[in-house]
């Protein structure tokens, strides 16, 4: 079957139409899962800080917030009444940069 003058190169038309809208929903499902990393390591930085300040000082805590989460997240230690609260946050590459929260009470004797 032989194609009508008209049709020639409206498959390549299509394809530079498709593929940016293509690579940008791919850029977006990739930074989805990127972001969604990045706020898991900070729970797990923020929770093993919080244990790390029951029992340490705040500098033992920020390290291991820090190994855990990486060396550019923020750290903040508040402690009140035996209370332990600890702040991660990573550095803002998002509208809205990971931040979590801990508050721990350590085991009274």
């Given at each position: 079957m032989r194609s009508r003058r008209g049709d020639r190169g409206s498959v390549t038309v299509e394809l530079a139409l498709a593929l940016p809208a293509a690579v940008?929903?791919?850029?977006l499902a990739l930074g989805g899962v990127r972001a969604a990393g990045e706020g898991a390591a900070v729970d797990a930085a923020a929770l093993a800080a919080a244990r790390a300040a029951v029992v340490e000082d705040d500098a033992g805590a920020q390290a291991v917030a820090r190994r855990v989460g990486g060396p550019r997240v923020s750290v903040e230690i508040v402690r009140a009444d035996g209370w332990v609260a600890v702040t991660v946050a990573a550095p803002p590459r998002w509208p809205w940069p990971?931040?979590?929260?801990v508050i721990a009470l350590?085991?009274?004797p």
């Open positions: 940008a929903v791919l850029a990971p931040r979590t929260a350590p085991d009274q």
